[in-house]
């Protein structure tokens, strides 16, 4: 069974960095093709992806949010972080991390995912 | 920026069937997949590779694709069945980033 679990604060001041982690048992991602992504949502919004790192340490960000985004991984952990600077109030979202099954096109999505963790920035 | 676009809401009576259109340009030659969020809920796969339905995903559930549109069908709704539900592909190429849609939700009536 692959469970998936979000951690870090759940208050940041505007202009600070985030860093969040992910911690995940059922599958390594030392594993050929498997990768984790973040995906946030504001409240009562829709799902935006963030990032995704892959077992082979390949990374993809969103287009719109790239320069203010790292994802890394920790395999021995199994863990995998996400920091992302600058923070603003448009960023209180949830945060969720995901597992991705596969690199083909036929393992484009995320399942299953984390519960998510509730980042509120203010000041 | 490439957008995936839903209908904001969907509402059907129990036993009815509810549809659920999402399009995009890159969606002909990217698969699409679905995912059901309850409130409060993180959300659920329920359809992968436009049209298949994941293990323990109720018959009921159905997807099919045209084009640029995709639809999820949920055939003789239940009441459980309310929930937000999200399409989610890919770009073109289907490596570089990935997109969720805007999201529709369906209310039981």
């Known amino acids: 069974q692959i469970t998936l679990k979000e951690s870090g604060p759940t208050l940041v001041k505007p202009t600070q960095t985030l860093t969040l982690t992910c911690t995940f048992s059922?599958?390594?991602?030392?594993?050929?093709?498997?990768?984790v992504g973040w995906i946030r949502q504001p409240p009562g919004k829709a799902l935006e992806w963030l990032a995704l790192i892959y077992w082979n340490d390949d990374k993809r960000y969103s287009p719109s949010l790239k320069s203010r985004l790292t994802i890394t991984k920790d395999t021995s952990k199994s863990q995998v972080v996400l920091t992302m600077t600058n923070m603003d109030p448009v960023d209180t979202a949830t945060y969720y991390c995901a597992h991705k099954p596969g690199i083909a096109a036929a393992h484009n999505c995320f399942d299953p995912w984390g519960q998510g963790t509730l980042v509120t920035v203010s000041s | 920026s490439y957008e995936l676009t839903q209908p904001p809401s969907v509402s059907v009576s129990p036993g009815q069937t509810a549809k659920i259109t999402c399009s995009g340009d890159?969606?002909?030659?990217?698969?699409t997949y679905w995912y059901q969020q309850k409130p409060g809920q993180a959300p659920v796969l329920v359809m992968y590779?436009?049209?298949e339905r994941p293990s323990g995903i109720p018959e009921r559930f159905s997807g099919s694709s045209s084009g640029t549109t995709v639809t999820l069908t949920i055939s003789g709704v239940q009441a459980e069945d309310e929930a937000d539900y999200y399409c989610q592909s890919a770009d073109s190429s289907g490596t570089y980033f990935y997109v969720f849609g805007t999201g529709t939700k369906v209310s039981v009536l």
């Open positions: 890159a969606l002909s030659k990217q698969y």
């Open positions: 059922g599958f390594s991602l030392s594993t050929s093709g498997v990768g």
């Open positions: 590779k436009d049209s």
